[in-house]
């Protein structure tokens, strides 16, 4: 029983982790946050183009869409990426969640 207690207090801790470099805050009833992809600003030029790709879950059962950078790039029409962001949705804990890449270049 100890070991099922520690396996899900370990597994609840690792789901709040991201990938992304840094994490704004997040709300459980609601959250809108946008945040940097990347880290690296010396130099950084954001470019004349923006592009954005998506994707969406529902009941944390189901989830569809491509957030990916590609995609986002094509939306935008860009050629040369520059720079990337992102934005997270959430809305009562996980009943409806959003996230979206931006994508910005020439």
């Known amino acids: 029983m100890k070991k099922l207690?520690?396996?899900?207090v370990v597994a609840l801790l690792l789901a709040g982790c991201t990938t992304a470099?840094?994490?704004?805050s997040t709300g459980a009833l609601?959250?809108?946050?946008?945040?940097p992809l990347q880290l690296d600003y010396e130099n950084t030029d954001l470019?004349?183009?923006v592009g954005s790709a998506s994707s969406h879950s529902f009941l944390g059962l189901f989830a569809f869409g491509d957030n990916?950078?590609?995609a986002?790039?094509?939306d935008g029409g860009i050629k040369t990426?520059?720079?990337t962001d992102y934005e997270f949705v959430n809305v009562f804990f996980g009943l409806f969640?959003?996230?979206t890449v931006y994508v910005y270049g020439d």
Request: charged share 20%.
């Open 5 to 8: 207690l520690a396996t899900t």
């Open 21 to 24: 470099p840094f994490q704004p």
């Open 30 to 35: 609601y959250n809108d946050t946008k945040a």
């Open 47 to 49: 470019g004349h183009k």
């Open 68 to 70: 990916s950078i590609q």
């Open 72 to 74: 986002g790039a094509k």
């Open 81 to 83: 990426i520059k720079h």
């Open 97 to 99: 969640t959003k996230t």
